[in-house]
């Protein structure tokens, strides 16, 4: 078993402190070698370090309920995790709150449930959670890069730790094995005490809270890996970059990371309210989707249709030109919208340019007009999550104070289902939400 002393938990104290004093224990910090005294703790109610009660707080889904968040998720009592020997078990302060769990909720595109027991895991119920900022609290037997103790942000790359694609030295991200942390995992930040591997961790900036620094990192690293992820279309300074969703909380960090290594954020958004905040946040100008007409898939290059299609996409370039003050074209498109908007940003993408797409948010089916992408040589590029290099990059980039979280709201652990409600209905404010866990309070984990 990787965690050291946790099979133990159940025998009598002096039974398990002379089971502990035969192994090795040297980063599972059990406080006078016992285990937890409580078999459960309120939220809050933290146990000594390193002591691991047998339950714990959750909120997860079942199948018999997929179907609206608000309903799907459910706040529950389960077993705390067992760890492998590359695993930590992190006291979780906050969470974020993401679109892969509104998935989770409804049971689509993928029952995430389902799968994993295909693949022999027992556990009828999801406790998701993609984004958590919080206290290690064990360690498995292999893990040398955290110890117990530590204030930490996890980031949601998750692969097996034999992969030989990994073992190889090679872009996580593009192994066999990966998975998104809380969403094709169990376990995630929705939990009282969160299993992750060892890599995934990072350090919690000191500056922040801890709601704040659990909201940003599974938006910050995605953003990061698309805008630096790929060799010939990474960011340098002078680059214009056309950001669609610009206020949402991908779009609002993508903005911030593009600013930051020099280049010239175009934010398009979908309603004037967003504007300020995107020029805030390091657009250089904004262009409100809403002044054109011509969005969806693109018609047939034979019909009268495309041509005023052709028209409302050269509008939309020219704003951009407008925007910069010359007829300069992004470099680097940031997608994530697809169906709708994927046609525009092929034609408006450089010559030689980008497009780099992470999502489908307004639908899976994409067209284009061949003729400008294959005669200017232009990239269409898929990216999911970050590899580990990202996740720290990003994470360095929001220590220095380059980037800010972009935190909106903060709700309740017990409101986590009425979150994802508020992002299913598209209600939910701009930029990243976060969920209390242990942290009894708004503003608790500044430390400078």
Known sequence: MGLQGIECRNLPNSLAWTKLNKINIRSFNITEGKVAEKEIYDLG????????????????????????????????????PELGPKDVLV?????????????????????????????????????????????????????????VGDEVVVHSGNWSPDDPWVLAGKDAMLAPSVKVWGYETNYGSYCQFSKAQSHQIVKKPKHLSWEEA???????????????????????????????????????????????????????????????????KGAVG????????????????????????????????????????????????????????????????????MVVICAGTTGYNVSLDLRYHWMQQKRLQGSHVANDEQAIAVNDLVISKKVDPCLSETFSFDEIGHAHQLMHDNKHPYGNMACLVNAVSKGEGRTS
């Not at 002078?238 to 960090?253: E, I, K, T």
């Open 45 to 80: 109610d933290k146990p000594p370090l390193g002591q691991v009660p047998k339950q714990m707080h959750a909120f997860a889904v079942r199948q018999d309920r997929f179907g609206p968040p608000k309903d799907a998720w459910k706040r529950e009592v389960i077993d705390v």
């Open 91 to 147: 006291y979780v302060m906050a969470t974020g709150i993401n679109y892969n769990n509104v998935w989770a909720a409804l049971g689509y595109p993928i029952d995430v449930i389902a799968i994993r027991q295909k693949k022999g895991e027992p556990e009828a119920f999801h406790a998701g959670g993609s984004d958590a900022a919080g206290i290690v609290w064990a360690v498995g037997s292999d893990v040398t890069n955290v110890k």
């Open 286 to 353: 904004v262009i409100n989707r809403n002044d054109f007409s011509h969005w969806g898939p693109l018609p047939n290059t034979e019909s009268p249709e495309y041509r005023n299609w052709v028209s409302g996409a050269r509008g939309f370039g020219k704003a951009i030109w407008d925007i910069l003050g010359e007829r300069k074209n992004p470099r680097i498109v940031f997608e994530h919208p697809g169906e709708a908007t994927l046609p525009t940003s092929c034609y408006v993408c450089d010559l030689g340019g």
């Open 214 to 280: 659990a909201c940003y990192m599974l938006c910050a690293s995605t953003a990061y890996r698309q805008l630096m992820g790929w060799t010939g279309h990474t960011v340098e300074k002078g680059d214009v970059v056309l950001v669609w969703g610009a206020a949402g909380g991908l779009g609002a960090l993508a903005l911030q990371i593009v600013a930051a290594l020099g280049g010239k954020p175009v934010a398009v958004i979908s309603s004037e309210e967003k504007r300020q905040f995107c020029l805030d």
